[in-house]
């Protein structure tokens, strides 16, 4: 069973001797009281650590059949991961995690209504994740504007992130800095509506109990980088 100690010497050994000391370790909590050692920051630095792996093609080899009968009775995830349906960006597999290691939340265009804030008030009040991560990536197609069916409500959703991106370029969706740039203004915006309509999230990020942290996954270096954390 791994504990937050064990991930933390495998920290050490990946910062002192090179990433691959890693590639057999399993990182995260595999238990309620590991869990709840761990503070939003640690969990933040197992993402970056994870992505990190798998950016460099150092994944854990990881025995799922076993993670899936470990898990079975009970789950400690230690986030819940807000992203974009994308088929490019699975959370768990861009950041290396394993079975029950997180929630997962997507939508197109990882924009937050009331049915996911209480997914993610679910997974960080009732259930004790500690980060509420909205992740974005690059050459997102959802803040093309599209008129079709149910698509027109989602997507209006994202519009606004448009108008709060300043960018002197060209502001079109053939262009790929721009569109990168509303993404970011997106989670940006993610973020403030949990925290404005969300007054239970909004409380244990007061309280140091919970991060709500963004971060933007580029789908060409593979790396997912933070935003830089929120403040007072
Ligand atoms: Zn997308």
Redesign the pocket.
């Known amino acids: 069973m791994a504990s937050r100690r064990q991930f933390l010497t495998a920290s050490a050994l990946l910062g002192a001797a090179g990433i691959g000391l890693l590639s057999t370790a399993r990182v995260l909590a595999s238990s309620k009281e590991d869990r709840d050692r761990l503070s939003p920051v640690d969990v933040i630095n197992m993402m970056k650590d994870g992505n990190e792996r798998f950016r460099r093609g150092l994944r854990v080899n990881r025995d799922f059949l076993r993670e899936q009968r470990e898990r079975a009775a009970g789950q400690f995830p230690v986030a819940v991961i807000l992203s974009?349906?994308?088929s490019r960006?699975p959370a768990e597999l861009i950041m290396d995690l394993g079975i029950g290691d997180v929630f997962n939340v997507r939508v197109?265009?990882?924009v937050a209504n009331p049915d996911i804030l209480g997914s993610l008030e679910f997974a960080c009040h009732v259930a004790g994740a500690k980060v509420a991560l909205v992740l974005?990536?690059s050459s997102?197609?959802?803040i093309d504007g599209v008129e079709l069916g149910h698509l027109t409500g989602l997507l209006g959703r994202i519009q606004p992130a448009l108008a709060d991106t300043s960018y002197e370029g060209v502001r079109r969706s053939s262009n790929a800095a721009f569109v990168e740039r509303v993404?970011r203004t997106n989670v940006e915006r993610t973020i403030g509506v949990i925290r404005k309509e969300s007054a239970i999230l909004r409380e244990l990020e007061r309280k140091g109990t919970i991060a709500i942290a963004g971060a933007m996954y580029d789908l060409k270096a593979a790396t997912v980088s933070f935003l830089p954390p929120h403040e007072e």
Request: hydrophobic letters at 40%.
């Open positions: 974009c349906i994308d960006a197109a265009g990882n974005g990536h997102c197609g959802a993404a």
